[in-house]
T-cell receptor, first 112, second 107 residues
C-alpha cells in the first residue's frame, strides 16, 4: 500500500506566474482534499474531490482550480500567483468523507 | 457558517506534565470528530470520535467527545519531548480544521 505522494516538494515561482501541484492518492482512496497552510496556522481547506467531482470548496478565489483524474490522483492549479500564496500546500486522501485522511508531505511554494 | 475553535493556541510544558487540549465546533451534519498530530509537514491521524462520552485511548493519549457541548478534549499524560507538535481538530468532513494547538514539551 503506497502512501500519499506530492510533487514537487519545493517550488519557487515569480508573482503572476502559474503553478501546478500534483498529488497521488493512497491506493483505493477516491476522495482527495487540498489545503493551504501558512506558517503558524491550521490547514485552510481549498477544495475536495470525490470520484472526479468537486465535493466542496473553501473560501479561495477562482484562480485556485483543481482536477481529479480517473485513477484518483489530483492536481491543484494556481494562476496569477501572488506573494500571499506562499505556503505549504497539503493534499489528503481518504476512502470517503467523514473518515481518517492520509496526508502527503506537502509542497512548499514560495512566490517572489 | 461552520466553525472550529481550538484552545489554547499554544502551550509550553515540562516533561511529565499532563495537558488538555480543547476543540469546539459548530458544523452542520456533524458525524465525527478527528484529531491529528502535525510534527513537521504531514498531519497524522490520532483518533476518530463518533459517540458522545466514550473515551478513546492510545498509550498516553486519550480523547472524548461531548455532543451536547459540541466539544472534544485531547489529553496527554506524562508528556515527552516527542509530543511536541501541532494538534489539529477536524469536525469530520475534512472541510474545516481548527488553527491547532502548538504544544512544546521542554526536557
Amino acid at each position: 500500500e503506497t502512501g500519499v505522494t506530492q510533487s514537487p516538494t519545493h517550488l519557487i515561482k515569480t508573482r503572476g506566474q502559474q503553478v501546478t501541484l500534483r498529488c497521488s492518492s493512497q491506493s483505493g482512496h477516491n476522495t482527495v482534499s487540498w489545503y493551504q497552510q501558512a506558517l503558524g496556522q491550521g490547514p485552510q481547506f481549498i477544495f475536495q474531490y470525490y470520484r472526479e467531482e468537486e465535493n466542496g470548496r473553501g473560501n479561495f478565489p477562482p484562480r485556485f482550480s483543481g482536477l481529479q483524474f480517473p485513477n484518483y490522483s489530483s492536481e491543484l492549479n494556481v494562476n496569477a500567483l501572488e506573494l500571499d500564496d506562499s505556503a505549504l500546500y497539503l493534499c489528503a486522501s481518504s476512502l470517503k468523507v467523514f473518515t481518517e485522511a492520509f496526508f502527503g508531505q506537502g509542497t512548499r511554494l514560495t512566490v517572489v | 457558517e461552520d466553525k472550529v475553535v481550538q484552545s489554547p493556541l499554544s502551550l509550553v510544558v515540562h516533561e511529565g506534565d499532563t495537558v488538555t487540549l480543547n476543540c469546539s465546533y459548530e458544523v452542520t451534519n456533524f458525524r465525527s470528530l478527528l484529531w491529528y498530530k502535525q510534527e513537521k509537514k504531514a498531519p497524522t491521524f490520532l483518533f476518530m470520535l463518533t459517540s458522545s462520552g466514550i473515551e478513546k485511548k492510545s498509550g498516553r493519549l486519550s480523547s472524548i467527545l461531548d455532543k451536547k457541548e459540541l466539544s472534544s478534549i485531547l489529553n496527554i499524560t506524562a508528556t515527552q519531548t516527542g509530543d511536541s507538535a501541532i494538534y489539529l481538530c477536524d469536525p469530520g468532513n475534512q472541510f474545516y480544521f481548527g488553527t491547532g494547538t502548538s504544544l512544546t514539551v521542554i526536557p
